[in-house]
């Protein structure tokens, strides 16, 4: 158990709508990082926040939006969901701003229909 | 960008050792990271190393660096039947933050 914690565990939605994916970072850790895990893209780093500010965007769709918020979890929005959004969603969590150490929660499946 | 490859299928028998490459093309590259993911698990983190060094051991894993050639491997010594699982290499690019992904090396650990 990495102490990062995702909710829920599986997600199953009707194309065109919106969902919210919920990350708690282990105890201490202030940095969160989205990450996407699908068959042909395999793994691909999507936003870091840090200390509730956007640190670092990888390739992250403008249907898509994050925050952080003062209790340091953070939410993933997926909003107008295509049937290629399907994926695993990894949330990470690091001590600092660079932390070297990046501890991943268990993941929720997306499955858009 | 950083782009690392890996093999993606290995197979050995219980007892033997494991040997998982990986390459990447980044030579500014920071840390470099060796994560196991198990069927409907998440991914745990296994060793990393950083760049300055050229080898790091930690109980039956072996992580060697050769950044001339910028290879990365895990060694998996004595491999049992619990280390099947999917193992995927990272890289850290210099001065970023974002970890890039290779595609996963499956192992099968036969008896």
């Known amino acids: 158990d990495s102490g990062v914690t995702q909710t829920p565990k599986h997600l199953i939605t009707a194309t065109g709508q919106r969902v919210t994916l919920r990350c708690s970072p282990r105890s201490g850790d202030l940095s969160v990082y989205w990450y996407q895990q699908s068959l042909d893209q395999g793994l691909q780093f999507l936003i870091q926040y840090y200390n509730g500010e956007e640190r670092a965007k990888g390739n992250i769709l403008e249907r898509f939006s994050a925050q952080q918020f003062p209790d340091l979890h953070s939410e993933l929005n997926l909003s107008s969901l295509e049937l290629g959004d399907s994926a695993l969603y990894f949330c990470?969590?690091?001590?600092?701003?660079?932390?070297?150490?990046?501890?991943f929660g268990p993941g929720t499946r997306l499955t858009v229909t | 960008g950083e782009d690392v490859e890996q093999s993606l299928f290995l197979s050995v028998r219980e007892g033997d050792s494991s040997v998982i490459n990986c390459t990447y093309t980044d030579s500014s590259s920071t840390y470099l990271y060796w994560y196991k993911q198990e069927p409907g698990a998440g991914l745990q983190l296994l060793t990393y190393i950083f760049s300055n060094m050229d080898m790091k051991q930690d109980q039956r894993l072996t992580v060697l660096l050769n950044k001339k050639d910028k290879h990365l491997s895990l060694r998996i010594a004595d491999t049992q039947t619990g280390d099947s699982a999917i193992y995927f290499c990272a890289v850290r690019e210099g001065g970023g933050n974002k970890l890039t992904f290779g595609t996963g090396t499956q192992l099968k650990v036969e008896l």
């Open positions: 990470a969590s690091s001590r600092g701003a660079q932390g070297a150490e990046q501890y």
